[in-house]
């Protein structure tokens, strides 16, 4: 019996992205080579750019650090900064001989941190004892350069198995590391590298369910071919813990599996045909399928499967029952982002039986390059009656952060895109360093050496008096050198905008997450986001008995209202800054509800409010609207 997915809506109130521009470092204090005999050649083929954040556990003398990564082709960017200080310090590991896998981990155990880079032919295990006193103020990242406190130690090992492995889910304990590849052929390859030198890695090709399992699949489903029943697609990981001795390994095939193995042992555990819990998929409408492990504040392990189609991504969420995973909910994304490609998704536990799912989607249409959703998922509670579509909230649209606002060079003065361009709140050092040595890239200019924003404008003044700058922008003096500078300055702004759309281009959802706080934001090529829920926002600003700040939130609820009655009257879809995406058409009956709905909260909120603050009551109203 299949099952069909719950109709999810989307709430017209909208959370807003929050961009750090300084959050990747063009040029790293140091790069360094990691060389290592190969055995084998790597297949040239497209692997997927991967990065995310890591913060140091509570306990950690370092707690106040995280770390950045980004594996981009060939190269590991990574950028150690720290929450209650100015330290910052970026290093760059250049692998020659293959591009690097997504599942880069990064773990501290009894003061050890280990750094695992699997790439297409080997994997590369970095490790750093930390110091054990708090002393150390310099960057842990540092140790590479061979600082006398700490060093780094170095253990490399080369894939022997056949297949192109595409990703890597790793595991870390202070015995071994142990790693499961993923390859373009589907197959499961399992690698235990001992951290005791004596000790030999061990590298296994994992068999599939079984000749019976498979036979039994391809009658009872939709799916005929038996390379499906054995084709992996994903793969994700829990850590050994307090629970569990051995890691878990959940890989998830074509057939609509998931096959849970043990990482320690390298046996099958289960397998749960999530097929049946689903409505029906066509095998040819089918793109892609990934699974994502993560664990509930009680231990219980709950599963999320995100299956991509021709036209909609569907998620199941399945948990951890005993010896079984149930299902807890089966959605859609909304309709606006059904023939966007899914990037990436994650899930959060909020406790009490809430969770949150957030979705990442790639979308060239938008003014930024994707679109940013989350949702609230409840559990069932047995004690109370509940219908299941109680339990999905609506989608929350994130208003996306642009880096800074383009203007048009062409109608600028020389005064005015001089102002713009040495502005350090429209573009970041970096952006702008890059931008210059691509415009003025003479073999007689070196700019390499820029470090500030006084340098950079010395430097294109500078620059505009040479014979290169005279060839290039002024004909060989059949223009003024007033138009030429102009013409220099349009081009690098130009090319700063072009870097900064680059750098805009997401690569993933991140967590942050300690003690006292948690947040979630989108790692991008060339910056960091944070995302800022409304509701938390409201309840700031009440906290701090700022209600004018408050009821300026308040009149943005109304101007989403307002905006969500426009949709309505459309008959297509509204796609500019503030509805991107646009909300949902609305009915006359659910409009008139809406609208009277919201102006009766507004009162009652005010007279609340200002009997709470004694203030005196502001005046709000959506009366303007609502003929």
């Given at each position: 019996?299949?099952?069909?997915?719950?109709?999810?809506?989307?709430?017209?109130?909208?959370?807003?992205?929050?961009?750090?521009?300084?959050?990747?470092?063009?040029?790293?204090?140091?790069?360094?080579?990691?060389e290592?005999?190969?055995?084998?050649?790597?297949?040239?083929?497209?692997?997927?750019?991967?990065?995310?954040?890591?913060?140091?556990?509570?306990?950690?003398?370092f707690?106040?650090?995280f770390?950045?990564?980004r594996?981009?082709?060939q190269?590991?960017?990574?950028?150690e900064?720290?929450?209650?200080?100015?330290?910052?310090?970026?290093?760059?590991?250049?692998?020659p001989?293959?591009p690097?896998?997504?599942?880069?981990?990064?773990t501290?155990?009894?003061?050890?941190?280990?750094l695992?880079?699997?790439?297409?032919i080997?994997?590369?295990?970095?490790?750093?004892?930390?110091p054990?006193?708090v002393?150390?103020?310099?960057?842990?990242?540092k140790c590479?350069?061979?600082?006398?406190?700490?060093?780094?130690?170095?253990?490399?090992?080369?894939i022997?198995?056949?297949?192109?492995?595409?990703?890597?889910?790793?595991?870390?304990?202070?015995?071994?590391t142990?790693?499961?590849?993923?390859?373009?052929e589907?197959m499961?390859?399992?690698?235990?590298?001992?951290?005791?030198?004596?000790?030999?890695?061990?590298e296994?090709?994992?068999?599939?369910?079984?000749m019976?399992r498979?036979?039994?699949?391809?009658?009872?489903?939709?799916?005929?071919?038996?390379?499906?029943?054995h084709?992996?697609?994903?793969?994700?990981?829990?850590q050994?813990?307090e629970?569990?001795?051995?890691?878990?390994?959940?890989?998830?095939?074509?057939?609509?599996?998931?096959?849970?193995?043990?990482?320690?042992h390298?046996?099958?555990?289960?397998t749960?045909?999530f097929?049946?819990?689903?409505s029906?998929?066509?095998?040819?409408?089918?793109n892609?399928?990934?699974?994502?492990?993560?664990?509930?504040?009680?231990?219980?392990?709950?599963?999320?499967?995100?299956?991509?189609t021709?036209?909609?991504?569907?998620?199941?969420?399945?948990k951890?029952n005993?010896t079984?995973?149930?299902?807890?909910?089966?959605?859609?994304?909304?309709?606006?982002?059904?023939?966007?490609?899914?990037?990436?998704?994650?899930?959060?536990?909020?406790?009490?039986?809430?969770?949150?799912?957030?979705?990442?989607?790639?979308?060239?249409?938008?003014r930024?390059s994707?679109?940013?959703?989350h949702?609230?998922?409840?559990?069932?509670?047995?004690?109370?009656?509940q219908?299941?579509?109680?339990?999905?909230?609506?989608?929350?649209?994130?208003?996306?952060?642009?880096?800074?606002?383009?203007?048009?060079?062409?109608?600028?003065?020389?005064?005015?895109?001089?102002?713009?361009?040495?502005?350090?709140?429209?573009h970041?050092?970096e952006?702008?360093?890059?931008?210059?040595?691509?415009?003025?890239?003479?073999?007689h200019n070196?700019?390499?050496?820029l470090?500030?924003?006084?340098?950079?404008?010395?430097?294109?003044?500078?620059?505009?008096?040479?014979?290169?700058?005279?060839?290039?922008?002024?004909?060989?003096?059949?223009?003024?050198?007033?138009?030429g500078?102009?013409?220099?300055?349009r081009?690098?702004?130009?090319?700063?905008?072009?870097?900064e759309?680059?750098?805009?281009s997401?690569?993933?959802?991140?967590?942050?997450?300690?003690?006292?706080?948690?947040?979630?934001?989108?790692?991008?090529?060339?910056?960091?986001?944070?995302?800022?829920?409304?509701?938390?926002?409201?309840?700031?600003?009440l906290?701090?008995?700022?209600?004018?700040?408050?009821?300026?939130?308040?009149?943005?609820?109304?101007?989403y209202?307002?905006?969500?009655l426009?949709?309505?009257?459309q008959?297509?879809?509204?796609?500019?800054?503030?509805?991107?995406?646009?909300?949902?058409?609305?009915?006359?009956?659910?409009?008139e509800?809406l609208?009277?709905?919201a102006?009766?909260?507004?009162?009652?909120i005010?007279?609340?409010?200002?009997?709470?603050f004694?203030?005196p009551?502001?005046?709000?109203?959506?009366?303007?609207?609502?003929?």
């Amino acid at each position: 019996m299949t099952s069909s997915h719950e109709q999810t809506t989307v709430s017209i109130i909208r959370d807003e992205e929050l961009l750090f521009s300084d959050g990747f470092a063009y040029i790293p204090n140091l790069t360094l080579t990691i060389e290592h005999e190969a055995l084998q050649s790597p297949v040239p083929m497209n692997v997927t750019v991967d990065g995310d954040v890591f913060t140091f556990p509570d306990e950690s003398l370092f707690n106040d650090r995280f770390i950045t990564w980004r594996g981009m082709g060939q190269k590991m960017f990574l950028e150690e900064r720290s929450l209650q200080s100015s330290l910052q310090f970026s290093i760059c590991l250049f692998f020659p001989h293959a591009p690097i896998l997504p599942g880069t981990t990064i773990t501290v155990l009894n003061d050890v941190l280990f750094l695992i880079v699997p790439t297409q032919i080997s994997i590369h295990r970095f490790y750093i004892y930390l110091p054990k006193s708090v002393t150390m103020k310099d960057p842990i990242l540092k140790c590479f350069e061979g600082n006398d406190e700490m060093c780094f130690h170095h253990e490399v090992h080369s894939i022997q198995s056949h297949g192109n492995p595409i990703k890597a889910s790793i595991a870390q304990n202070l015995l071994a590391t142990t790693v499961l590849l993923v390859t373009f052929e589907g197959m499961l390859t399992h690698i235990n590298m001992p951290t005791d030198k004596t000790k030999e890695v061990e590298e296994t090709t994992l068999k599939g369910s079984g000749m019976i399992r498979r036979l039994l699949k391809r009658a009872s489903t939709g799916y005929s071919r038996d390379k499906d029943s054995h084709h992996a697609l994903d793969i994700s990981v829990l850590q050994a813990n307090e629970q569990r001795e051995s890691p878990l390994f959940f890989a998830i095939y074509r057939d609509l599996c998931v096959r849970v193995w043990n990482g320690e042992h390298r046996s099958l555990l289960k397998t749960i045909e999530f097929d049946k819990m689903i409505s029906k998929i066509n095998a040819d409408d089918l793109n892609n399928v990934t699974v994502k492990a993560t664990i509930a504040h009680n231990g219980e392990v709950m599963l999320m499967v995100t299956i991509n189609t021709k036209n909609n991504t569907l998620f199941l969420l399945l948990k951890e029952n005993g010896t079984q995973y149930e299902k807890i909910a089966y959605f859609s994304a909304p309709h606006f982002v059904s023939k966007c490609s899914l990037i990436d998704s994650d899930l959060k536990h909020l406790g009490d039986g809430y969770w949150k799912v957030m979705g990442l989607w790639n979308d060239s249409s938008s003014r930024s390059s994707y679109r940013l959703l989350h949702i609230t998922i409840e559990e069932i509670n047995h004690e109370r009656e509940q219908r299941r579509n109680d339990l999905i909230h609506p989608w929350r649209a994130v208003m996306t952060a642009s880096s800074s606002s383009i203007i048009s060079p062409s109608e600028t003065t020389l005064e005015e895109i001089h102002s713009i361009l040495f502005n350090r709140d429209q573009h970041s050092l970096e952006v702008l360093t890059r931008a210059i040595q691509i415009v003025c890239r003479g073999q007689h200019n070196d700019s390499t050496t820029l470090t500030t924003w006084v340098e950079l404008e010395k430097f294109v003044e500078n620059y505009s008096m040479t014979s290169e700058f005279d060839e290039k922008f002024c004909n060989d003096g059949s223009l003024k050198k007033e138009d030429g500078f102009l013409m220099l300055l349009r081009k690098i702004y130009t090319k700063c905008t072009e870097l900064e759309r680059s750098m805009n281009s997401p690569i993933k959802i991140f967590q942050m997450s300690s003690s006292s706080c948690h947040f979630w934001g989108v790692l991008r090529h060339g910056s960091v986001t944070i995302v800022e829920e409304t509701a938390k926002v409201l309840l700031k600003n009440l906290a701090l008995n700022d209600f004018k700040a408050w009821s300026r939130s308040m009149d943005d609820l109304v101007k989403y209202t307002e905006m969500a009655l426009a949709c309505s009257s459309q008959e297509e879809d509204i796609d500019d800054e503030y509805l991107s995406p646009p909300f949902p058409r609305l009915t006359s009956l659910e409009i008139e509800r809406l609208l009277s709905g919201a102006q009766t909260i507004l009162q009652h909120i005010q007279k609340m409010t200002a009997k709470m603050f004694d203030v005196p009551r502001l005046p709000l109203t959506i009366s303007h609207f609502s003929a």
